[in-house]
């Protein structure tokens, strides 16, 4: 008799005790089980089990169990079990453990509203969207509440792998809930390796980094009313650069900066530096002046402020990239960076703008506008994206080059500006790259050591943890 069968003739006596003296609780995660492949079909006369353990064995078919109505504790641990659709049925449940398991899919189980704890760590779910219909499990959690450590989830999304260390149940299911609306499983990987951040398009342009405009659309093109208010918002815009003159600096500068954007036809238009430079201008308008305590604006020159930020949204909001940036900045501005990883991104357009040999006029003007901003959201959104597009953009390059050199043909893999730039930021540059998660690491080390500049660098550098948030206690925010 194989150790399956004689595991399976054991949890059928082990089944059989449990019906002979009526008992509510059934545990086959000892020794006797481990080998376990199956549930005894017998186990549907326990109509009367509360709790069942299937910890430690080779069980990966639920079917038998799902008339198990009764049952309010359901034990998976470490088990190959990977469809949950056989417990759908199981509403009297409050508490489920799947760590270790093989589950990816939580859609069949968010009708089990009673829950008040599920344990997933270890789990391959991608997508914890389903839980949020287990309201219990942050209304009134048992002690354990949700768990949900080294899920795929907190591997894709760092912001989960933070939720998931907090410490009290309650307070971790809440935000995680929070975190998840509105939220999409990100795409972190496609044929090439890592997808690009839609936001922000990195180009390589006369052997430089740079980004490509985000010039209106083919619609936009076409509608009257968008040429009419560029054409608007420049003249206004003018007067307002006129008026601020040399009194009133800040404001000054910023206007000239909208000037210079707007001193395009309207096809060549850059829309999200555009709506940036707008967003900085009814900072200072909603402000009245140039910093608080300041001297407050004369009103002629704070109506020609006030009429610059009532037409730039008409001339951007509808813009596929600007809309994007919006929604990025509020799901950061529930989820700011932590001051490591904002101090991170910030070294790192630093550098990046003070090169002008490897970097492009507008990637560094994008930088530079990023470490000036006044408002977090948007200037994190920002780098998140340029940040990833940029080591994304530079790994394929190179594996492109390696390809036609593969082919013997010759070719320059990374410029020498780039490739100087590369090797002289290094430390940084895994810095940043650990930002997106071991996996995005792990590619991107991967896709550098297989060129002789970067062969050594990439060798010695050991793929780390995310940084996790610092401890409310510890901020000195």
Not at 33 to 38: E, K, M, R, V, W
Not at 68 to 95: F, K, R, W, Y
Not at 333 to 350: E, I, K, L, V
Request: glycine share 4%.
């Amino acid at each position: 008799m194989s150790d399956a069968e004689t595991a399976y003739k054991a949890a059928e006596d082990e089944i059989e005790s449990v019906r002979a003296n009526g008992g509510s609780m059934l545990d086959l995660s000892g020794e006797d089980f481990i080998a376990l492949t199956s549930v005894p079909d017998s186990i549907a006369q326990l109509t009367a089990l509360t709790r069942l353990d299937l910890n430690r064995t080779q069980v990966n078919d639920l079917t038998p169990i799902a008339q198990l109505t009764a049952l309010t504790e359901l034990d998976l641990d470490n088990t190959q079990v990977s469809d949950l659709t056989p417990i759908a049925q199981l509403t009297a449940l409050t508490g489920l453990t799947l760590n270790g398991t093989q589950v990816s899919d939580l859609t069949p189980i968010a009708q089990l509203t009673a829950l008040t704890r599920l344990t997933l760590n270890g789990t391959q779910v991608s997508d914890p969207r389903p839980l949020t219909a287990l309201r219990k499990l942050a209304e009134s959690p048992n002690i354990f509440g949700l768990s949900f450590a080294d899920i795929a989830a907190t591997r894709l999304d760092p912001r989960i792998g933070e939720i998931a260390e907090t410490e009290d149940p309650k307070e971790r299911a809440v935000e995680l809930f929070a975190y998840l609306e509105g939220w999409e499983p990100p795409v972190e990987f496609d044929e090439n390796g890592p997808a690009p951040d839609p936001l922000i398009d990195v180009e390589t342009t006369d052997d430089r980094l740079e980004i490509a405009d985000s010039n209106p659309s083919e619609a936009e093109r076409d509608d009257q009313l968008k040429q009419v208010l560029h054409t608007r918002l420049k003249a206004r815009n003018t007067d307002l650069e006129r008026l601020a003159g040399n009194e009133f600096f800040m404001l000054c500068a910023k206007a000239r900066s909208l000037t210079a954007r707007l001193d395009s036809n309207f096809d060549d238009l850059d829309m999200v530096n555009i709506h940036l430079d707008v967003e900085e201008l009814t900072r200072l308008k909603d402000r009245g002046a140039e910093r608080d305590g300041d001297e407050r604006f004369p009103q002629e020159l704070a109506d020609a402020l006030a009429d610059v930020v009532s037409i730039g949204p008409g001339l951007t909001l509808d813009n596929r990239a600007v809309e994007i940036l919006e929604e990025r900045k509020r799901r950061f501005a529930a989820n700011r960076p932590t001051a490591a990883q904002q101090a991170t991104h910030d070294d790192f357009s630093a550098a990046v703008a003070q090169n002008p040999a490897a970097i492009g006029d507008r990637l560094r003007a994008l930088e530079t506008q990023v470490l000036e901003r006044e408002d977090d959201s948007a200037g994190a959104a920002t780098q998140d994206a340029a940040h990833r597009n940029i080591l994304i953009k530079v790994a394929r390059v190179a594996l492109a080059g390696l390809n036609k050199v593969l082919e013997n043909t010759a070719v320059s893999i990374v410029s020498p500006a780039v490739t100087a730039f590369l090797v002289t930021k290094w430390p940084m540059i895994t810095e940043v790259a650990a930002l997106y998660g071991p996996g995005f690491q792990t590619w991107f080390l991967s896709a550098m050591s297989d060129f002789t500049a970067f062969a050594g660098l990439a060798a010695n550098t050991q793929p780390r943890a995310i940084q996790r948030p610092v401890k409310p206690e510890e901020d000195e925010l």
